[in-house]
């Protein structure tokens, strides 16, 4: 038995999410299907990150345990050719049978888009969300370092009651305007259902001027998530990359 | 009467082109519907570029005739409330009534877009055309250089009968590459049927090694389309805009 991990890639839009769902097909439905068809034997894969409907992936990872013979640096072509054109695996490797994608110390990177001109593009229209309005990119990219370190995360996310630890570590932020487009990326041990796009949602207020870039401190310390912006929209969310600094890779 | 001049930017994926045509929806179509109910009585849109199926534009050029009092500024903002997602309008001003988008002096500028990495990318697929191979980028610059000109295209040309003079001037080309995506720009006072997608093709294979820069220049002398590399895909091309020095805009 070896279990293989493998780099999944997405475009988030006609996916009910990643996680499998009574309601819409998901990501991982359409791996499994794939990954069984190629093995033909049923397999069923582990994710890291459940993200949401509309929201991308250049770099989820995902593990399953196989008997298949096949090197597992070639799984990640084979499989390729089972799947459609809105999931794209981007690497397969072997890894101990010890190792869980989720129950572990993970970093996870994610990128917002929000493309700033005056009026819309139809071909980033699905990749980005769109603000045709002035924002302050220097009271945003201060709001965002504010986030930096270990804080209670609890104003910024949507509640769940299944988790009630809100505690995260925030490693590195960092925001800048390509052209038209202005990009931000946050890497952290975790994060709280919705947080990047609440992140995103209060950064754009603070953009715009309706909030100073210290009521980022404020919000933090009030622990309430109707002080916050609102949730930004998905498509502009994308999980770039997930590391596992324990197993060094 | 007035004549008002449209910037018309668009996501060509699901459209069968530009021009309206029996089976299949056209982006010219969805514009005159818009039109027309936006002022409450027929409207029909003159095109500048009848782009194919799948090809997107970030600038193609519409005009039509009005008697609506709105402000030519304004129609752009009005229309985009018609118009579905994958068209917005950039921007509507008016022109003298003699100004005909297609029989003038035009120069355009398209842009070719090859995603060069192991893997594809799902969030790319409809905007780039994909290619996991080494290229030459050196060797392809330089064949792209010796288009620049006046030269006959006919062997870089699907063959038109209602198109009889087929040399074109070519005044400028660039390509690049940025992270993993190639951007190939070529702008010329005219562009042949399939021209920028056979030039791609034929440069494609020469940064694969399969013929000598200087091939180019023998196609050219060839006048002849069996000797060029294939069309490449649509969804990699995107017409970026239209000049016409003659009216200043």
Same mark, same amino acid.
């Given at each position: !038995? $070896? +279990? ?26 359409? @791996? ?37 013979? !096949? ?52 071909? +980033? +229209? ?41 505690? +995260? ?25 919705? !947080? ?6 209060? @950064? ?15 919000? @933090?310390?009030?622990?309430? $998530? ?6 930004? $929209? ?16």
């Amino acid at each position: !038995m $070896r +279990r293989i991990k493998l780099v999944v890639a997405y475009d988030g839009t006609r996916y009910c999410g990643w996680q499998v769902q009574p309601n819409g097909l998901s990501v991982q439905e359409v @791996l499994n299907k794939a990954l069984s068809d190629l093995f033909k034997t049923p397999v069923t894969t582990i994710g890291a990150s459940r993200t949401d409907a509309g929201v991308h992936a250049l770099g989820n990872v995902a593990v399953f345990d196989t008997e298949a013979r !096949m090197p597992a640096g070639r799984i990640a072509f084979a499989l390729n050719t089972y799947l459609p054109e809105d999931i794209r695996i981007q690497g397969s490797e072997e890894v101990p049978l010890q190792f869980h994608p989720r129950f572990t110390e993970t970093v996870k990177t994610y990128e917002y888009r929000i493309l700033n001109r005056t009026f819309a593009d139809p071909c +980033r +229209r699905l990749t980005s969300t769109f603000w045709y309005g002035k924002l302050d990119l220097e009271a945003m990219k201060k709001a965002a370092a504010l986030l930096e370190g270990t804080h209670d995360f609890k104003s910024l996310a949507t509640a769940n009651p299944a988790v009630t630890d809100t505690v +995260r570590t925030i490693y590195k932020t960092s925001l800048w305007k390509e052209d038209d487009m202005i990009r931000f990326q946050i890497t952290g041990n975790g994060f709280l259902y919705n !947080m990047v796009r609440i992140i995103v949602g209060t @950064l754009m207020e603070i953009g715009k001027g309706t909030w100073p870039t210290e009521y980022m401190e404020t919000l @933090l310390e009030a622990r309430d $998530r109707t002080k916050a912006g609102p949730t930004a $929209r998905p498509e502009g969310l994308t999980l770039l990359w997930i590391r596992y600094p324990e197993w060094g890779f």
